[in-house]
């Protein structure tokens, strides 16, 4: 392949990446153009592109949260403490 | 399958979130809720010694938070002497149409969808304990909070590529995961 044309035509591991990118829409309008052209060939990497789309959707309707850090970090320094008193 | 062992100091980092958004949809506070985790936590130490290991240590610690949760409730309704249920109907300030004013409200309509939206996150949390620890733990910075990758780059000290790497083995591998227990 010259070098223009892998310029355009990307790998499926490189379409994934770009994919993943466009998950978080951190994916800029030329990767995004080179993705949707390498998915105009790749069945395989079309297939993924859904899966992909649906785990974002899936993600978001399950609208998990974590806990903030310092509740975290206070919950731990809680159980080492006790912990430590249960040993002894 | 070998016995399950406790390991508390890694509680916090394992279950926390778990337990939070179990916890979250139940009592719908936050403080409550980290409260209610904070207990069970305690109280897990507590009983440690009783555990016996035939169920693994999520399964334990949700059994003992359902506890927690329902002492909350019993708490509250004796407190404001909420146990009586008040059938009458009629008092002064509401009057009117008995039909119209029991309708349920709009959003009931939804209630079944949050419930199984709030199992969904469950299900993608637990799905999450299969992968490397790290990697969860990034995959949760990217994905829930929305970090910025230059962030979460600096914090756990990789570059971008790498964290591209693990976000997508982590997302592959989640697929596959909720590909088997959720559909």
Same mark, same amino acid.
């Given at each position: 392949?010259?070098?223009?044309?892998?310029? $355009?035509?990307?790998?499926? /591991?490189?379409?994934?990446?770009?994919?993943? %990118?466009?998950?978080? *829409?951190?994916?800029?309008?030329?990767?995004?153009?080179?993705?949707?052209?390498?998915?105009?060939?790749?069945?395989?990497?079309?297939? $993924?592109?859904?899966?992909? /789309?649906?785990?974002?959707?899936?993600?978001? %309707?399950?609208?998990? *949260?974590?806990?903030?850090?310092?509740?975290?970090?206070?919950?731990?320094?809680?159980?080492?403490?006790?912990?430590?008193?249960?040993?002894? | 399958?070998?016995?399950?062992?406790?390991?508390?100091?890694?509680?916090?980092?394992?279950?926390?979130?778990?337990?939070?958004?179990?916890?979250?949809?139940?009592?719908?506070?936050?403080?409550?809720?980290?409260?209610?985790?904070?207990?069970?936590?305690?109280?897990?130490?507590?009983?440690?010694?009783?555990?016996?290991?035939?169920?693994?240590?999520?399964?334990?610690?949700?059994?003992?938070?359902?506890?927690?949760?329902?002492?909350?409730?019993?708490?509250?309704?004796?407190?404001?002497?909420?146990?009586?249920?008040?059938?009458?109907?009629?008092?002064?300030?509401?009057?009117?149409?008995?039909?119209?004013?029991?309708?349920?409200?709009?959003?009931?309509?939804?209630?079944?969808?949050?419930?199984?939206?709030?199992?969904?996150?469950?299900?993608?949390?637990?799905?999450?304990?299969?992968?490397?620890?790290?990697?969860?733990?990034?995959?949760?910075?990217?994905?829930?909070?929305?970090?910025?990758?230059?962030?979460?780059?600096?914090?756990?000290?990789?570059?971008?590529?790498?964290?591209?790497?693990?976000?997508?083995?982590?997302?592959?591998?989640?697929?596959?995961?909720?590909?088997?227990?959720?559909?």
């Amino acid at each position: 392949m010259s070098i223009k044309s892998k310029f $355009f035509f990307i790998d499926c /591991s490189e379409a994934a990446a770009c994919c993943n %990118k466009a998950q978080y *829409e951190e994916a800029n309008n030329f990767e995004k153009a080179r993705l949707m052209l390498h998915l105009l060939f790749c069945k395989t990497c079309r297939k $993924f592109s859904t899966k992909n /789309s649906k785990l974002t959707g899936l993600l978001k %309707k399950s609208k998990i *949260e974590t806990c903030p850090e310092d509740t975290k970090h206070q919950w731990r320094e809680q159980i080492k403490k006790e912990f430590a008193e249960e040993r002894t | 399958m070998s016995a399950h062992t406790l390991d508390p100091n890694k509680w916090v980092d394992r279950y926390s979130d778990y337990l939070f958004n179990y916890t979250i949809v139940r009592v719908n506070n936050r403080e409550v809720a980290n409260d209610l985790i904070s207990e069970t936590f305690l109280a897990a130490l507590k009983s440690a010694k009783y555990f016996k290991g035939e169920a693994s240590e999520r399964t334990w610690l949700i059994s003992i938070l359902k506890r927690k949760i329902i002492d909350h409730y019993r708490r509250i309704n004796s407190r404001k002497g909420k146990a009586e249920v008040k059938i009458s109907y009629t008092d002064d300030y509401n009057e009117g149409e008995w039909l119209e004013e029991q309708v349920a409200d709009q959003f009931d309509k939804t209630a079944e969808d949050e419930m199984e939206n709030n199992e969904l996150g469950l299900a993608i949390l637990e799905c999450l304990d299969s992968i490397n620890e790290k990697h969860a733990e990034i995959f949760k910075r990217k994905t829930i909070d929305g970090a910025d990758t230059e962030a979460i780059c600096n914090e756990f000290n990789i570059t971008p590529s790498n964290l591209w790497v693990i976000i997508h083995r982590a997302r592959t591998a989640l697929a596959a995961c909720l590909e088997k227990n959720w559909f």
